[in-house]
């Protein structure tokens, strides 16, 4: 078929005098996107009982909220971030955050697995895929109340936030032998959030927050 050009763009000229676009294959089919959502949402199981042990020191919350108060004390910029040392577990007792931030076991199809590009991708969307549920939902609090459970609780539940997906993504990359961190900030959409942060490019893309 003759070639030829028109309406500013490459094509090629079909049986017919029929124009196909410049850069488009004819071996391209068409396809169909959908997105399904359930509502109302599905039943979310209960976390599993366990006995209450004793929280954390007095002394050692004391320093910790005086802590909190006094970065927030730094300057006007310091004032409204979302500086946290401990949070509120299924429990109700308060624990330090750190606590929460440990090497998790791999699901059993990454076991013996490295760091590399596509282990982090499936490890990413592995974690995404867990549902996320807010608090209020979850475990019928008030607005405002923040529970945080560990990865072993999150994956029982089957659902959470953005701290659990954080959490279970940066305890992955531990094992790996990533370094990562777990960081509290604001999302695009102006609500608390949690990252994970992966200093000098490793896990690259790996965000856990949403």
């Known amino acids: 078929a003759p070639s030829g050009t028109g309406g500013g763009g490459g094509g090629t000229?079909?049986?017919?005098?029929?124009?196909?676009?410049?850069?488009?294959?004819?071996?391209?089919?068409?396809?169909?996107?959908?997105?399904?959502?359930?509502?109302?949402?599905?039943?979310?199981?209960?976390?599993?009982?366990?006995?209450?042990?004793?929280?954390?020191?007095?002394?050692?919350?004391?320093?910790?909220?005086?802590?909190?108060?006094?970065?927030?004390?730094?300057?006007?910029?310091?004032?409204?971030?979302?500086?946290?040392a401990a949070?509120?577990?299924?429990?109700?007792?308060?624990?330090?955050?750190?606590?929460?931030?440990?090497?998790?076991?791999?699901?059993?199809?990454?076991?013996?697995?490295?760091?590399?590009?596509?282990t982090l991708r499936q490890l990413l969307r592995f974690v995404h895929l867990v549902p996320h549920v807010t608090d209020m939902a979850a475990f019928k609090t008030q607005s405002g109340v923040d529970i945080w459970t560990t990865s072993a609780e999150f994956l029982d539940i089957c659902a959470g936030d953005s701290e659990e997906h954080a959490l279970l993504l940066c305890g992955y990359l531990l094992t790996l032998g990533i370094d990562a961190y777990v960081v509290l900030g604001v999302s695009a959409a102006d609500a608390d959030a949690a990252m994970v942060f992966t200093p000098g490019g490793q896990g690259r893309g790996s965000a856990g927050g949403r």
Request: glycine residues 10%; positive net charge; aromatic residues 6%.
């Open 87 to 118: 949070a509120t577990d299924v429990q109700g007792r308060s624990v330090l955050l750190p606590r929460y931030v440990a090497p998790c076991a791999l699901p059993p199809r990454f076991r013996g697995a490295t760091a590399d590009d596509p």
């Open 13 to 84: 000229m079909l049986g017919g005098g029929m124009q196909r676009p410049g850069g488009l294959s004819s071996q391209a089919r068409p396809s169909l996107s959908v997105y399904i959502q359930f509502n109302p949402s599905l039943a979310k199981p209960e976390p599993a009982p366990s006995e209450p042990g004793p929280g954390e020191d007095d002394a050692l919350l004391r320093h910790a909220y005086r802590w909190e108060t006094e970065v927030r004390a730094v300057g006007r910029h310091c004032k409204h971030r979302p500086y946290r």
